[in-house]
């Protein structure tokens, strides 16, 4: 998945996008430093543009166990 754009909803929360792209919610630091202008905001408002960028495969791997990786 290369980067993608994300128009949010209405007091949509950083960690249910991070849900939705990622499959699990504690990846949303990468959304927050992605989108440094928009980290003031716990609750985000309707039709904010928010990159999502892909994830890192070393990120990807790392709750794989060892003979997986």
């Given at each position: 998945?290369?980067?993608?754009?994300?128009?949010?909803?209405?007091?949509?929360?950083?960690?249910?996008?991070?849900?939705?792209?990622?499959?699990?919610?504690?990846?949303?630091?990468l959304?927050?430093?992605?989108?440094?202008?928009?980290?003031?905001?716990?609750?985000?408002?309707?039709?904010?543009?928010?990159?999502?960028?892909?994830?890192?495969?070393?990120?990807?791997?790392?709750?794989?166990?060892?003979?997986?990786?």
């Amino acid at each position: 998945m290369a980067s993608v754009i994300y128009t949010t909803s209405h007091n949509e929360a950083w960690d249910q996008i991070a849900k939705k792209y990622y499959g699990d919610e504690n990846f949303m630091h990468l959304l927050l430093e992605a989108n440094p202008e928009l980290a003031r905001y716990e609750l985000l408002p309707a039709n904010l543009k928010v990159v999502v960028p892909e994830k890192p495969q070393e990120i990807k791997t790392q709750k794989l166990p060892i003979w997986k990786r």
